[in-house]
């Protein structure tokens, strides 16, 4: 069985899958993003300095981990310069250890223009985007107009062409405004140059790292929730984020995914329109923000705060073949009088526990939860599970049941070393340190 491993989120996004990846990442050689854009983002420091990756793998802080952007990607490459610039400032090269796919498509210039038309469109019924323009571009991808990374390395005269093509149709979008092609064009072209260096065959390169015995680590954007087919329709991300985007975003087969870890929040939080039937409001939900510190890595919108839904992570685990969990942000909850799991719905037409493919079914349903009383000994910086306040420990193994999966990692604060690694659980073999 193959060593290599998918991180991806099993609810709507921010699980604090960067942290995990980050603390993962010596184990493996490289690690590959399959999906989404500069709409993610993590947070990470260097030398006391902050800063957000959006498109490339935090591994890139790791020396001697190739990185990579696969195809399933949908790259602005003025979004992608300026994290190469911001790593080299702080003396991080990319060069040979960034990968990029020659068929990951184009965010055009006009993308993110489209993107917030789109919503304006919408009106009431609008997703809440990032505005970063990933949507249009992946219905230009779609509609078998779009531009890859290929596009602007190859043939000049058919560039041009695609790009006339590609502005003559925004134009025809956009009322009153006429955009002229050629610009467009020399910065494609431009853009082209610069990435050279960093393009390549993905496929190719992980067949062969993989076949000498290279670990990968898969690395997933936004969440299952978001995903465009099993997500919370409309209300989703325009990529495919659950498993299946591995294998068409890298251009792997199934067989090279060894294990998958599914990353989950201890309580539920979500960015953007659409539902989330465990949200709270109030001082509840404000308190979860701010002791969460919830707000948008790549947008500082404050999050939506709910508790723990374990009918989504079971659906989660079911879609991803979850092997176990990475369960983050444990500490947040500290202090609280009592806690809440979700195990159910109560609809109109009665009581659900499998997440429905209709949303109108959740519009005035009630989350049916099991309480539990909370702890006031604090979790954080915890790295024994044993050592958990027992409470804590009876919120996991309920939340575990229910969820259908277990707990291999616990995180306890934002730090590296703030964790729990539960031995004895499916993930063992995928934890362990990388033969020397
Ligand atoms: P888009 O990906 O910008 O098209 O946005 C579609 C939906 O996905 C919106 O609800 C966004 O808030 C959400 N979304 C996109 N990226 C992220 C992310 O990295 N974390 C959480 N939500 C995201």
Known sequence: MTNNIAVLGAQWGDEGKGKIVDMLTPNFAAVARYQGGHNAGHTVYVNGQKFVLHLIPSGILHPGVTCIIGNGVVIDPQALFKEVDELARLGIGVDGRLLVSEKAHVILP?????????????GERKIGTTSRGIGPAYEDKIGRRGIRICDLLGDRDALAQEV???????????????????????QMLAYGERMRPWVGDVSLFLASAIAQGDRVLFEGAQATLLDIDHGTYPFVTSSNASIGGVCT???????????????????????????????????????????????????????????YDAVVVRYSARINGIDALALTKLDVLDGLDEVHICVGYRTASGTITEFPADLRVLNGATPVYESMPGWSAPTRGVTQFGALPLEAQRYI???????????????TGSD?????????????RWLAPAPA
């Open 416 to 428: 590296r070393a703030e964790t729990i690694v539960r031995r004895g659980l499916a993930m063992d």
């Open 164 to 186: 006339r093509e590609n502005v003559h149709a925004r134009n025809q979008i956009i009322k009153d405004s006429t955009l002229d092609w050629k610009p467009v064009f020399e």
């Open 249 to 307: 975003g890298l251009g792997v087969p199934p067989k090279a995914i060894g294990g998958v870890l599914g990353v989950a929040k201890a309580y539920t939080t979500r960015v953007g329109e659409g539902p989330l039937p465990t949200e709270l409001t109030g001082a509840l939900a404000e308190r979860l923000r701010e002791s969460g510190q919830e707000y948008g890595a790549s947008t500082g919108r404050p999050r939506r705060c709910g508790w």
């Open 110 to 122: 006009y993308h993110r223009e489209l993107d917030v038309l789109s919503e304006a469109r919408r």
């Open 397 to 411: 193994r309920k939340l575990e049941e229910a969820s259908g999966v277990e707990c291999a990692i616990v995180s």
